[in-house]
């Protein structure tokens, strides 16, 4: 039982969700833009958290401080950290439901309003394991709308997973937040290092993909986006964008301050596959 419980916990802590502009694909090339030495980690545009579980894979004692504005997904990293035996027990259950109808059993969920800690993150994972391309979006009222996915056989516990990024989330050195990115401003220290992957822009009209929550993320918020990254270059800190190469991010990095390197990528959330292939993104740095 014991090497049972060392084995699972052997899996590296990977993102628990797939999420629009997760950045696992990515880390091969962002992980050669880390710094080298930094003090704490912070995340304000946390996600699926690819680079955070990076990070922690290499070092398990790092000082983090990671937030994002959606309130049902930081609850599931809450209920992931502190109760993840009785999360897995209910995904279990839902993963039976679903094997005897997926088609209702996943509309059934998709409606419902659960109160509970555990069955709101144990449906947040459900959908996202079962839903179309596995993404997450709302509509203006803050409301789950995305069809049922056509899989064969999805992976809706995933235990090993599970578990082994509870573990890590343990660490009294972690601190997860729901709250807006500019809040970090007043936390972060001197030589402390932030990443910023934030709802990118838009490169054209029918590219876009901004609803994580019932509030777009506009250009006045890059703005001020901007205006925070400064404030925190100007503290010592260590800041690292990641955003599409839209003429409205270029100029708004157009200081000297700022290096900007094109990195090519493959685009995983569009419905046309032809189109998922050939894009380039922005890495934006101030070191
Ligand atoms: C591109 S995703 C981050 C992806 C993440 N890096 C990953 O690897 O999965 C952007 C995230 O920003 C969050 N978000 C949107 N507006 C926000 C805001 N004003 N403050 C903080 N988070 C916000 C969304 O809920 C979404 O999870």
Partial sequence: ?????????????????????????????IEKHIPADFGAYFEPFLGGGALLFHLLTKNPGLKCNVSDLNSDLVLAYAVIRDRVKELIISLENRAKDYQKNPDSYY????????????????????????????????????????????YSNPNIVNEEN??????????????INCQDFS?????????????????????????SFTSYTDRN??????????DVSEKLGQK???????????????????????????????????????KRTGHTELLIKNY
């Avoid at 060392?6 to 880390?27: C, D, I, N, T, Y």
């Avoid at 993320?217 to 901007?226: N, P, Q, R």
């Avoid at 990641?242 to 569009?270: C, G, H, M, T, Y």
């Fill in 1 to 29: 039982m014991v090497l049972l419980k060392q084995q699972l916990l052997s899996v590296e802590p990977k993102p628990f969700v797939k999420w629009a502009g997760g950045k696992r694909q990515l880390m091969p090339v």
């Fill in 107 to 150: 509309y059934s969920v998709r409606e419902s309003e659960p109160t509970s800690h555990i069955e709101k993150a144990s449906r947040l994972l459900f959908l996202n394991r079962t839903c179309f391309n596995g993404l997450y979006r709302v509509n203006s009222k803050g409301k789950f709308n995305v069809p049922l996915g056509r």
């Fill in 162 to 175: 599970l578990l082994s990024v509870s573990h890590v989330l343990q660490s009294k050195r972690i601190q």
């Fill in 183 to 207: 809040s970090i401003l007043g936390l972060a220290k001197k030589n402390d290092f932030v990443y910023f992957d934030p709802p990118y822009q838009p490169v054209s009209k029918t590219a």
């Fill in 217 to 226: 993320f506009s250009y006045d918020d890059l703005e001020m986006l901007v």
């Fill in 236 to 274: 010592g800190c260590k800041v690292l964008h990641s955003n599409s190469k839209s003429k409205q991010v270029l100029d708004l990095f157009s200081s000297s301050k700022w290096k900007v390197i094109e990195i090519p990528v493959n685009r995983a959330i569009n419905s046309d596959s032809a």
